[in-house]
């Protein structure tokens, strides 16, 4: 498994590390989805395999986006 380490800027955006790039083959202009599963983001390439697909095998959301967003936005003031 390979590891990385990036910080979150202020505008909420981070640098996928170099190397977990070349791994997946990810270039400038590649989509990518983010799921969240339990207390971890799982980050994937969207390639041939439709994100309609892959979404279709998630489990459904225990809360919505907004409580998500504001549980998030109170775990991170707290440190």
């Known amino acids: 498994m390979e590891v990385g380490v990036s910080t979150v800027t202020s505008k909420g955006q981070v640098t996928i590390p170099k190397e977990i790039r070349e791994t997946l083959g990810v270039i400038e202009g590649d989509k ?3 799921l969240v599963e339990g ?5 994937r390439k969207v390639g041939s395999e439709r994100l309609s697909d892959i979404l279709s095998r998630r489990k459904p959301w225990d809360e919505s986006g907004l409580d998500f ?5 109170e775990e991170w003031r707290r440190g």
């Open 39 to 43: 207390d971890r983001v799982v980050m």
């Open 32 to 34: 990518l989805i983010f």
């Open 69 to 73: 967003q504001r549980r998030l936005r």
